[in-house]
């Protein structure tokens, strides 16, 4: 565990106050130490719960864990030594790679001292009297900035639910978002995999590929998942990329799923079913995303999507042996997409092994676990392993754990406890100064991740240095400006299909979460239009104060300190 030290009289002592405090040590908040420590010339400390950095890529190392995103564009953009020194060495990063690339970039740029790793921000409170935020950790300690930066991440807090006698299994049991570090052995053994998410449909075929004894896989809901077509990538893939980097990378930055492939056609609605297969099957041959931005009006046109998740549904029955496993997987009550689209290698090949059953727990649900397995309202399935694959309280999960508080003893809790309510999924009403790299009510999950977390980054260091040059030492949006984000991120919501399925994109799966559609669903590229302008018109709908409320009190001088050499 690193932590920042500065002389004072002399003396070594330990710094307490910053500039500017970030939680997380992943993909954003890396960036966000890069650019205001370097760039700005700010003291910056991260806070990192992990004793590494890597965010998502520290955690979830399950077997099968891989980004979706290609790892051509799943990249900082910023800097060419990075972008030309870094080689993939697959289409979609593996996580021990994608872990790999972020300590090669913070070692790049040098980051490491700057973090203090293995600690918990147990609580952040905005102080009025001096205008600083005063961070507490899980080790006793409390620092002061006079800005506070979330970088936390959209899935970092797992959720498993709360089956009665998870506790009593004598068994191996985790949580995927918590794999362990060391090498899990399934061989002979028997394995349950809980959820058919995004994660479950990674994990499933390779632990099925691992000899164990049995695999059964419970599923409550079908998904409808696409080819990845995975692949290494050789020197000659590797040299177009290079020279075509620069526009790939444009063309991710200025699309709306942050992606940089052309849609094929605007609607299926006046095609005949034969004309879509046939347009998807090419897409299905590339794999990947690509096949989601087949038709621009996907996620608006039932029609349209009816067509494409028909197409879908045929090749999940032609995939899987068994008719009655078959319809099983197939999904009939959602859109395609409408829950995040997972990419698959082998999965539904993995239902053909005689090693693998699937139990649909909305016809037997799980009643209990058991100190030997899972009792299911039929039967008592004996396990030596179980794996939760069930997901993440999303978007908001972190946030909320860190006991968040701004003006009046507001918390974050009190204050979303009807759903999130931001302005440009940025910052705050009552938090000033706070900001929320990848925040609910901004593209984040709806985005390949890096395009959306290097706008925010920029944005918030833009922001940030145009506050220093003006001697501003608050920033806080005002009510009206966040009453209509929130009112504008609904209205997008509702125009999409997204919003006629339960899923963690609207807070339905986690109990006694409000229902609400929590990213912004009117793409990255228009998003980061819309937060631009704002930045250009002198930050409209932020209230801007030159000085920190209380300024006759002890501590509440500004503090923008220079960094050594300036
Ligand atoms: O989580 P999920 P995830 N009884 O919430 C089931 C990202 N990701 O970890 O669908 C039985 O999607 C639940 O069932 P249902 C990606 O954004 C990225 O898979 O709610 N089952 C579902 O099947 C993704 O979307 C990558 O009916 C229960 C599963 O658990 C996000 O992470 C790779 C249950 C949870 O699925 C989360 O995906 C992987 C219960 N009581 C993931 N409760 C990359 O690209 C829940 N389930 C890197």
Redesign the pocket.
């Given at each position: 565990m690193s932590k920042t030290t500065t002389h004072d009289s002399g003396e070594h002592t330990e710094q307490t106050d910053y500039d500017a405090v970030i939680v997380g040590a992943g993909f954003s908040g890396l960036y966000e130490l890069h650019r205001l420590r370097d760039e700005l010339g700010l003291s910056v400390k991260i806070i990192e719960k992990a004793d590494d950095v890597g965010g998502t890529w520290y955690w979830n190392r399950y077997p099968g864990?891989?980004?979706?995103?290609e790892s051509h564009i799943y990249c900082y953009s910023f800097n060419d030594e990075i972008l030309e020194e870094w080689q993939w060495s697959e289409r979609y990063p593996e996580q021990p790679e994608a872990l790999e690339y972020l300590q090669f970039a913070a070692d790049k740029l040098d980051l490491r001292e700057n973090i203090e790793f293995g600690t918990e921000v147990t609580s952040a409170r905005f102080d009025e009297g001096s205008g600083r935020w005063e961070i507490s950790t899980d080790d006793g300690e409390t620092v002061t900035s006079q800005f506070f930066v979330t970088a936390v991440g959209c899935?970092s807090e797992p959720y498993i639910?709360d089956f009665d006698g998870i506790e009593d299994f004598e068994g191996w049991w985790t949580h995927?978002g918590r794999w362990p570090h060391e090498p899990v052995d399934f061989e002979d053994k028997r394995v349950a995999v809980?959820?058919?998410?995004?994660?479950?449909i990674?994990v499933i075929p390779e632990v099925a590929k691992s000899n164990p004894e049995h695999l059964t896989v419970?599923?409550?809901?079908p998904n409808y998942a696409v080819p990845a077509r995975h692949r290494p990538l050789d020197d000659d893939d590797w040299n177009e990329i290079q020279e075509n980097y620069d526009r790939i990378l444009e063309q991710a930055h200025d699309s709306g799923f942050g992606m940089p492939f052309e849609i094929a056609a605007e609607t299926a609605a006046d095609m005949s079913q034969e004309e879509v297969n046939e347009l998807l099957e090419s897409r299905w041959e590339e794999g990947g995303f690509r096949f989601l931005l087949a038709f621009e009006d996907l996620l608006v046109n039932k029609e349209t999507n009816e067509k494409v998740s028909k197409y879908l549904r045929s090749k999940i029955r032609e995939a899987v042996d068994d008719p009655e496993v078959a319809e099983k997987l197939v999904p009939t009550d959602h859109y395609y997409a409408t829950k995040?689209p997972p990419l698959h290698t082998d999965y539904y090949d993995t239902f053909n092994r005689d090693n693998v059953s699937l139990v649909d727990?909305t016809e037997t649900p799980?009643e209990r676990i058991t100190p030997d397995g899972v009792r299911t309202s039929d039967d008592h399935h004996d396990f030596d392993m179980i794996i939760y694959?069930?997901?993440?309280d999303a978007m908001t999960g972190t946030l909320l754990q860190m006991d968040i508080q701004g003006r009046s003893g507001l918390t974050l809790e009190e204050k979303w406890s009807d759903g999130p309510q931001t302005y440009l999924g940025l910052s705050v009403h009552g938090f000033p100064n706070m900001f929320t790299i990848t925040g609910p009510q901004s593209p984040s999950?709806l985005s390949n991740m890096p395009v959306a977390i290097e706008h925010h980054v920029e944005w918030v260091s833009d922001a940030i240095e145009y506050l220093v040059e003006n001697d501003i030492q608050l920033i806080e949006p005002t009510k009206e400006a966040e009453e209509a984000w929130t009112a504008h991120n609904r209205q997008v919501a509702e125009q999409t299909l997204y919003t006629t399925v339960e899923s963690?994109y609207m807070n339905e799966?986690i109990p006694d979460k409000p229902t609400v559609f929590t990213p912004y669903a009117g793409g990255v590229d228009l998003y980061h239009d819309t937060i631009i302008e704002v930045a250009e018109k002198e930050y409209e709908g932020f209230d801007l104060t030159e000085s920190a409320i209380d300024l006759g009190s002890e501590g509440s001088k500004p503090r923008l300190s220079v960094m050594e050499g300036d």
């Open positions: 864990a891989r980004c979706d995103s899935l639910p995927t809980i959820g058919t998410g995004a994660t479950g990674q419970f599923q409550r809901t995040r727990v799980i694959a069930t997901g993440f999950v963690w799966n």
